[in-house]
Nanobody
Framework: EVQLVESGGGSVQAGGSLRLSCTAS????????MGWYRQPPGADCEMLST???????YYADSVKGRFTITRDNAKNTLNLQMDTLKPEDTAVYYC?????????????????WGQGTQVTVSS
């Protein structure tokens, strides 16, 4: 059974940091590209960052310079270090796995999704 389990969410004041993790099981982690998405309350899902099999990364402008995506293939874990958090970063954060994706910026290219973890940033 494929599972992606996010952890590390919580409440923090603006300017603070959180580190999200996503633990994968049930598939070959190092053969999948990974991504982080978020869905703010009442808004559409937003792609934040992706990391390819070769370690290449991409960041949305909204998080570039503040968030860092990493992967630990030995531990089947995807991480998202979030610094200088802002109230507009408040959302449910999801990790996702993609195989043979042509465009990692498209949510439809991802095969598996986690259940999400809540991040709340207060001003």
């Amino acid at each position: 059974e494929v599972q992606l389990v996010e952890s590390g969410g919580g409440s923090v004041q603006a300017g603070g940091s959180l580190r999200l993790s996503c633990t994968a099981s049930g598939f070959t982690f190092d053969e999948s590209a990974m991504g982080w998405y978020r869905q703010p309350p009442g808004a559409d899902c937003e792609m934040l960052s992706t990391i390819r099999i070769d370690g290449g990364t991409y960041y949305a402008d909204s998080v570039k310079g503040r968030f860092t995506i990493t992967r630990d293939n030995a531990k089947n874990t995807l991480n998202l270090q979030m610094d200088t958090l802002k109230p507009e970063d408040t959302a449910v954060y999801y990790c996702a796995a993609a195989f043979w994706a042509r465009n990692l910026l498209q949510p439809g290219e991802y095969n598996y999704w986690g259940q999400g973890t809540q991040v709340t940033v207060s001003s």
